[in-house]
């Protein structure tokens, strides 16, 4: 697959499935040689509680902005040929990818540092929140660090 | 003048909708909307201290001014990813 | 997707092409909340000069032993859920994968950190061989740190 | 004792061969067998001191014994990935 440097952003931010086949072609070019690829899937189990489904909701236009922001920042921080990522939002079953963030890199310590970097600063900054519909039935938005909700003690910070 | 607020994930569901109209004085903070905003709608008042709000898709500060048609969004703590 | 937990190690030594879908589907699994991909890809470029093709040899049996024992000391070092490595040998054109590893946990860190482990050390100790096929005709074995060849200066430590 | 060793990358195309036998004395190091193989392979002389060898599949030192059947192998560094 010869195929020139391109250096293309890709963000979207989709209702369907992620295509994590086409997200590694779009950061695919012939002068990488590291290509990083992190999945944030939806897991069975939070602490000891079983979710049966989780619902995404963004706020589109600012999240679009701020996930613009972050590949420029990236950029000039690290030498990325390309770099992709694509959220889902909407309804997801468990085991579903709800994110996906690519990179290449002539070298892969870069392609680790901006991958961690992206995905660390997409979970703090981007207005996207994941609900969690627990297998109990009962339903409840995951907003880390605040206290003053319904159930405080599941709201501490967790990461996927 | 008039300003409308969206609200998502909690916040959306303690005020029960998905946006709200404030009027506020020419020149308003985001600190002074968001002490009116806890007035008119009571429910969100326990978690607006702790939410950050946005003018025009960008974060802004308790400093920042409303100006008269920006889009300002209420941002609860984020858990996207 | 439903799939439970299996927990099981992928380590292929392939002459094919590696499919890159099999292996993210190797580690899928309920319980992951994370899934980090790395691919080693033949990049066209190597310090201005160009490459043409590159072939990978290996010692087989020693190669995949040594991958098995990376395996074992990630899986105690990190809460691995799923984890896998192929490694391709043979004629490669540029663009293509050269090595994939794969790991699944359930939070983000233990994923970057091991995935960046498992291809640091492999690149160190795994018994696996890459032949630099130049544009111009010529063609070198690389040997980080092997002084003594026919053009030492190709052969300072160069990674992908 | 008849020792088998196989040659790979820069040392298979150095010496012209996948694999060479040597006639060693029973508890023989790697380093005896280095030495012993820079003198029947002239051609090896030159990288032999910067090549690790594998006993059984598994890295040996200067001082590991090679024993009669064990499968020696001449790993030049490695470039893998």
């Known amino acids: 697959m010869h195929k020139g440097y391109l250096g293309c952003d890709v963000i979207e931010i989709v209702n369907e499935p992620i295509d994590t086949a086409a997200v590694l072609a779009q950061v695919a070019t012939d002068e990488a040689g590291a290509v990083l690829l992190f999945l944030g899937t939806t897991r069975a189990g939070t602490r000891g509680r079983r979710t049966a489904s989780l619902d995404y909701e963004c706020y589109g236009e600012m999240a679009r902005n701020q996930l613009g922001e972050l590949e420029a920042v990236a950029r000039k921080r690290w030498p990325l040929l390309g770099c992709a990522i694509v959220h889902r939002v909407g309804h997801l079953k468990i085991g579903e990818v709800s994110v996906a963030v690519a990179v290449s890199t002539a070298h892969r310590h870069a392609a680790f540092e901006a991958g961690q970097w992206l995905i660390d600063t997409l979970k703090e900054v981007v207005p996207i929140w994941k609900k969690e519909n627990w297998s109990d039935g009962e339903s409840q938005w995951v907003h880390p660090g605040l206290t003053t909700s319904v159930r405080p003690d599941d709201n501490a910070r967790h990461d996927g | ?81």
């Open chain 2, 1 to 81: 003048m008039n300003v409308r607020i969206r609200l998502f994930a909690v916040a959306k569901d303690l005020a029960g909708r998905d946006s709200i109209s404030l009027e506020l004085p020419a020149g308003s903070t985001i600190a002074q909307l968001r002490a009116r905003l806890a007035a008119e709608v009571p429910p969100l008042a326990g978690v607006l201290p702790q939410v950050l709000f946005a003018i025009g898709s960008e974060y802004a500060t308790d400093d920042s001014v409303v100006s008269a048609g920006s889009e300002v969004a209420c941002i609860p703590p984020v858990s996207g990813g």
